[in-house]
DNA sequence: CGCTAATCTAGAACAAGTTTCAGACTTGAT
DNA sequence: ATCAAGTCTGAAACTTGTTCTAGATTAGCG
């Protein structure tokens, strides 16, 4: 993997909805067919299936534009990471989880993202590689993903002001999330031990909030 | 990443210690010598410093050959991972956890190996980098890394027949090692959170074990 | 409108993973 | 010792991520 990107601090006005320059109506279509054109390589053939010059030709932008918008191929996947999580979380909003302990509903929502991914299970794959491969040069994005995901969790929880202990359990269960995902994607586990392990991950919950608060 | 191996069955009597046809003297030096160039390669500069070419010339032997051992990086920086387990389950083993329970002596083992491989964080970083972005055609070799870690975590419980209940606990005990190890080599966690973290899923064991057996 | 800085394009060039090939070397069996 | 099959070597070629450059376009401004 060639990567040395130098993200230089000046020049790189990227394209994150914070912090950077606001984007014209050109440029923020032409961000929408970036990201369009990557979700839409990626689910055909995965992480390999989507090539920095396709997504190019796809979206009718040049390379060099390309690496403007998005820095690196781990740059550009987590972004469409970031789009499709902001999608799902609006979706799973639309229908709470029905179950009675903060656990239950928890280990629901997740199982029911589970499913949604299972759909595109190539789109998935470049994500979530794409998300544990990212080094120090996307921790911003790969941050603001991780945020996204604690939002779900807390939402599906129903807590808005979750004590330390709490917040533990989340990552752990964040953690167990993507890694069962993963484990999954490259045909090591099948469903049902993904939904064994979320849920018992998710008994972490009860042992913070006996009985609710 | 330029990736397609085509993982033909019956050419590639690949290295293995099991399954593949044993190694003659000199094949078994060579593989040491690939495995201790990629080792230190690794240490410094992490993933990206080891480069086929200077792994190859750094073992003496030619790129095709170090391509016949190991059939892309990724295989290769998992079987150093594999490598580097199998030493520490060694030195684990020598003191064993002193921990009251079996949730204790987990979290002190974790800790443990993870003290040693903050010695080597960039030696790190190439291994688990390795092994979250293994595809498919990485499976039986990533399964066995996984069974290692298994032991080692039954090792430090003291269990030698876990119920299925405790064996879905240790996975997502693994989970969450993975995934904060990648969080932590990226900068986006403290030492003191993973450890929180380690700790907080390390209680799941007293739920499925409450007395101890 | 006409200027200037920033942005975009096309395309070449470069880096590192992977594949391929012809020829030299080993190994194992006879 | 000799032959066939399998291995190893060195070097070139190919692929895909990334960078660079020169010129065209666009946006904002007077």
Redesign the pocket.
Known sequence: ??????VEAS?A?SAAPSGT?PL????EA?RRRILHASAQLASRGGF?A?????V?ESS??????????F????H?LVATMQDQLEHMHGTLRKKPPSGDTAAQRVAETLMRAFRALQREPHLADAMVRALTFADRSVSPEVDQVSRQTTAIILDAMGLADPTPEQLSAVRVIEHTWHSALITWLSGRASIAQVKIDIETVCRLIDLTEPSGG
Do not use: C, F, I, N
């Open positions: 993997m060639p990567a040395q990107h130098k020049t006005r320059a014209t109506e050109r440029q032409r390999d989507v090539q920095m010059r396709e190019a009718q932008v040049a390379l060099g534009t390309l690496y403007r918008y820095p690196s191929k781990v550009l």
